[in-house]
T-cell receptor, first 112, second 114 residues
């Protein structure tokens, strides 16, 4: 079982729609969760962090965390063509190691 | 621009040659990570430093890879006797420290081994 799993996509949504990106993880002790955006040929850019169960909103982005289900998601409202990128989920490792594990990413395509 | 810089941005080398990459972190960030990323994959952990101490190295990393962070400032990643399978993007990320896990990435170094 992969430690952090994401659907590779591509996920295609029309401009103005809500894009929903999902991630599951296997480490029950994980406490910190992140979403990174990565444009083709570029490095990952941190867009959201979430640490507690529930929702966290930042502009058009909402991160949702459910530790009991080991599930974290990212919603992008009013999707724009500039949101087209690969979105990486990252989860902190428990056990005293100051590391995160990345998923393989979901490619999002916003169709004008 | 996160404030993390990496050099060179691109490196083309022949199989068997040694290469060295450099990462300059955000000044107040005391943790520094190296990752490798290939097409269609997420960043794969290689090693990390807390100040000048190398605290962990991936078991997947062969002895051809070595990293240093003298004086807890910039870091270098060296690959000896490069192989075609080493072709990838090499990413450096830094963290402020303490309980934070928020990583800020440099632009990466793309290595092509011919």
């Amino acid at each position: 079982q992969k430690e952090v799993e994401q659907n590779s996509g591509p996920l295609s949504v029309p401009e103005g729609a809500i894009a929903s990106l999902n991630c599951t993880y296997s480490d029950r002790g994980s406490q910190s969760f992140f979403w990174y955006r990565q444009y083709s040929g570029k490095s990952p850019e941190l867009i959201m962090s979430i640490y507690s169960n529930g929702d966290k909103e930042d502009g058009r982005f909402t991160a949702q965390l459910n530790k009991a289900s080991q599930y974290v998601s990212l919603l992008i409202r009013d999707s724009q063509p500039s949101d087209s990128a690969t979105y990486l989920c990252a989860v902190s490792n428990s056990g005293g190691y100051q590391k995160v594990t990345f998923g393989t990413g979901t490619k999002l395509q916003v169709i004008p | 621009d996160t404030g993390v810089s990496q050099n060179p941005r691109h490196k083309i080398t022949k199989r068997g040659q040694n290469v060295t990459f450099r990462c300059d972190p955000i000044s107040e960030h005391n943790r520094l990570y190296w990752y490798r990323q290939t097409l269609g994959q997420g960043p794969e952990f290689l090693t990390y430093f807390q100040n000048e101490a190398q605290l962990e190295k991936s078991r997947l990393l062969s002895d051809r890879f070595s990293a240093e962070r003298p004086k807890g400032s910039f870091s270098t990643l060296e690959i000896q006797r490069t192989e075609q399978g080493d072709s990838a993007m090499y990413l450096c990320a830094t963290v402020r420290g303490g309980s934070s896990y928020e990583q800020y990435f440099g632009p990466g170094t793309r290595l092509t081994v011919t």
